[in-house]
């Protein structure tokens, strides 16, 4: 079996991932950094290997961590080895601190953020419409951004303060770029950016995610220091990122099929289905790492071997013709069925998903609603991927925002 090396520049994400299908649904790769995992690149092996018992979190299991081979220093050690929290755990430990999560996330719950979501949308494009005319306009930056992290900041009670000291943090720990020798203190930098807001929750308590963490780990549920710390980092890091890059691929998406986004805005296809096509056909997450094989297991005519790590392709298994038929590489806001897995599948999806796309279906329509006439400032071709193998996410997405409300201004 051919072994795939991950560009960790991100030059040709979609050429990458269609190497990897050609693999077959499973291939070896080489992350970067020299470290040797197996992907899965189809849809329905993901489907089988996210509910398989013998594919755990446990990176104790891995036996290149067993024998001294993945470097404290690696780049990608944070997603690897983030500490204690439902990412790294199985089992009973999973549904406990899962559920503590979920309960505070359900659709009903989640609904009830509906209106904050759009007073920040809307001072977000008032902010927008302040701009000087005529110039380009850097969305990601000024749109996409702010309104994920306010809302899922709001939610864990987390001082707008802290945002900057966050994004620079954030981006160091999701980089292949970062010098291994910056990797120990920015984890560490990040574990003690969480406990000072853990602890200041824990004196003054909220109406937020954060506190009620805290309340359950004293009314019983046993969460440790550790496990409120990183579950909170968890939320944050997710609860952020993958909502940015939904909102960037939806706009790029649509300003490169105009015919469909004139469909979009002449209300003949919902947001729903461009959101949802987004999520399949350039999907936010591009490789999720990482889960370790118990056992020999059979993976369509290949062997994940016992020990080896495994990371889930979600760009490459959005596009699989097995699960799509043959117009999987391209983009139809009108597909149906969509039974796409880019939250993730069983008791691993995402349980922030519903409060994604809740974000992307209330910032999209009013953002073109708004700018009506909003097109790229850039060619398509020129909008250059950062250096991260596990976020589809875009340096900056330049726009020229047109007149506001499509009349004179």
């Excluded at 189809?42 to 104790?60: G, M, P, W």
């Excluded at 909170?232 to 790029?252: F, M, P, R, W």
């Excluded at 991260?388 to 409300?405: A, H, M, R, S």
Aim: hydrophobic share 40%; charged share 25%.
């Amino acid at each position: 079996m051919t072994r795939i090396a991950l560009d960790p520049f991100v030059t040709d994400l979609d050429g990458e991932s269609a190497a990897l299908r050609a693999a077959g649904p499973l291939a070896e790769v080489e992350l970067p950094g020299g470290v040797h995992v197996y992907a899965v690149t189809r849809h329905a092996e993901a489907r089988a290997l996210l509910t398989d018992s013998r594919v755990v979190k446990d990176i104790n299991v891995w036996g290149a961590w067993q024998r001294g081979e993945i470097p404290m220093d690696w780049p990608l050690i944070g997603l690897a080895n983030p500490g204690r929290s439902m990412l790294t755990v199985d089992g009973a430990d999973h549904r406990r601190l899962r559920t503590l999560v979920a309960q505070a996330l359900t659709v009903k719950r989640v609904e009830r953020l509906r209106a904050g979501i759009e007073a920040l949308t809307n001072a977000s494009l008032e902010k927008l419409a302040a701009l000087p005319a005529g110039q380009p306009v850097d969305l990601k930056a000024e749109f996409a951004y702010p309104l994920p992290m306010n809302v899922i900041s709001e939610l864990m009670g987390v001082d707008a303060a802290d945002h900057p000291r966050l994004k620079e943090l954030f981006e160091k720990f999701f980089s292949t770029q970062t010098p291994p020798e910056e990797v120990p203190q920015m984890m560490a930098d990040l574990g003690a950016l969480f406990t000072k807001i853990v602890d200041a929750k824990r004196a003054n308590p909220g109406d937020d995610l954060t506190s009620a963490l805290i309340a359950a780990s004293e009314d019983g549920d046993h969460l440790t220091d550790e496990e409120i710390v990183n579950t909170l980092q968890l939320i944050i890091a997710a609860g952020h990122e993958t909502t940015i890059s939904l909102i960037v691929n939806v706009v790029e998406a649509l300003q490169t099929h105009p015919e469909q986004r004139k469909q979009v805005l002449n209300g003949e296809i919902g947001w729903d289905g461009v959101i949802e096509e987004t999520l399949r056909w350039n999907t936010p997450t591009s490789h999720v790492l990482i889960r370790f094989a118990t056992e020999d297991i059979e993976v369509g005519d290949r062997i994940l071997p016992k020990g080896e790590g495994l990371i889930i392709s979600f760009g490459a298994l959005g596009r699989d013709e097995e699960q799509y038929g043959p117009t999987a590489a391209e983009f139809d806001a009108t597909r149906t069925p969509n039974r796409h897995i880019a939250f993730g599948h069983g008791p691993h999806v995402c349980p922030g998903a519903a409060l994604s796309r809740l974000e992307a279906g209330i910032a999209l329509p009013a953002l073109y609603e708004r700018f009506p006439e909003l097109e790229l400032a850039v060619p398509a071709s020129e909008l250059r991927n950062k250096p991260i193998v596990t976020q589809n996410d875009l340096y900056e997405l330049p726009v020229e925002l047109g007149c506001p409300f499509g009349h004179d201004a």
